[in-house]
C-alpha cells in the first residue's frame, strides 16, 4: 500500500477556498486515490475518489497530476459546517486486498 | 433507506467483561470491517471478513473476535483479554471485498471501560 503525506491540520475562514494536499510518492500503477470526510463521533463519509487529472463532484474536486505522486482535494466556498477531519487513501482497487488504511487525517477548522 | 447500523452508541464496560457490539448492513455488501479510533488518531483495523462464514485480523485484532454467520451481520466481541478498549469503534461495509466503490460506515460505538 502507497503511503501518504497530509498536514496534520489547516484552519480556513467561512467563504473561501480550502485545497488540502496529500503526497503519495509511492503509488503504484493500480492504485486510486480517495479522499473521507469524518465529524467528530460519526463515522468517515466518502467524498471522491480518482486516478487521474481532474474529478469534480457536487462537494468537492480532486486534481491528480500527471505524475500522480500528490492529490489535492478542493472545498469551495467552506462553511462551518466543513469543519472535520480529512483522510487521504490510496489503494488497489482492482487487486485482492479487503481493507483500506487510514491515517490520521488533516483536520480542518473553519471559522466564522 | 440501506445503510449501516451499528448498536449500542454507547456502551460500558466492567474489568474483566466480555461486551458484543452489533454490526448490521442492509446494503447487499460482501465485505465488512471493523475499526478501532482513538482520540486524535486515525483508524486501526481490528478484522475483516470478505465472505461469509470467513474473516481475516487486522493489525489489532488481540482481545478481540468476531463472527460473520450471515452476509447482514458482523458482531465485535471485546474480551477481557484487551488491556485497554476505551474507544470508539466503526463498522464499515464494501461492495465485492474490494473497496472499488468506498466503504460505507456505521455511526460508531464508543466503548468506555469503568
Known amino acids: 500500500l502507497a503511503k501518504t503525506t497530509q498536514p496534520i491540520s489547516m484552519d480556513s475562514y467561512e467563504g473561501q477556498e480550502v485545497n488540502i494536499t496529500c503526497s503519495h510518492n509511492n503509488i503504484a500503477t493500480n492504485d486510486y486515490i480517495t479522499w473521507y470526510q469524518q465529524f467528530p463521533s460519526q463515522g468517515p463519509r466518502f467524498i471522491i475518489q480518482?486516478?487521474?487529472t481532474k474529478v469534480t463532484n457536487e462537494v468537492a474536486s480532486l486534481f491528480i497530476p500527471a505524475d500522480r505522486k500528490s492529490s489535492t482535494l478542493s472545498l469551495p466556498r467552506v462553511s462551518l459546517s466543513d469543519t472535520a477531519v480529512y483522510y487521504c487513501l490510496v489503494a488497489d482497487y482492482g487487486g485482492s486486498q479487503g481493507n483500506l488504511i487510514f491515517g490520521k487525517g488533516t483536520k480542518l477548522s473553519v471559522k466564522p | 433507506d440501506g445503510g449501516i447500523t451499528q448498536s449500542p452508541k454507547y456502551l460500558f464496560r466492567k474489568e474483566g467483561q466480555n461486551v458484543t457490539l452489533s454490526c448490521e448492513q442492509n446494503?447487499?455488501?460482501?465485505?465488512m470491517y471493523w475499526y478501532r479510533q482513538d482520540p486524535g488518531q486515525g483508524l486501526r483495523l481490528i478484522y475483516y471478513s470478505q465472505i461469509v462464514n470467513d474473516f481475516q485480523k487486522g493489525d489489532i485484532a488481540e482481545g478481540y473476535s468476531v463472527s460473520r454467520e450471515k452476509k447482514e451481520s458482523f458482531p465485535l466481541t471485546v474480551t477481557s483479554a484487551q488491556k485497554n478498549p476505551t474507544a470508539f469503534y466503526l463498522c464499515?461495509?464494501?461492495?465485492?471485498?474490494?473497496?472499488?466503490?468506498?466503504?460505507?460506515f456505521g455511526s460508531g460505538t464508543r466503548l468506555t471501560v469503568v
Open positions: 446494503l447487499n455488501h460482501d465485505a
Open positions: 480518482g486516478y487521474k
Open positions: 464499515a461495509s464494501s461492495i465485492g471485498g474490494r473497496p472499488n466503490y468506498g466503504y460505507t
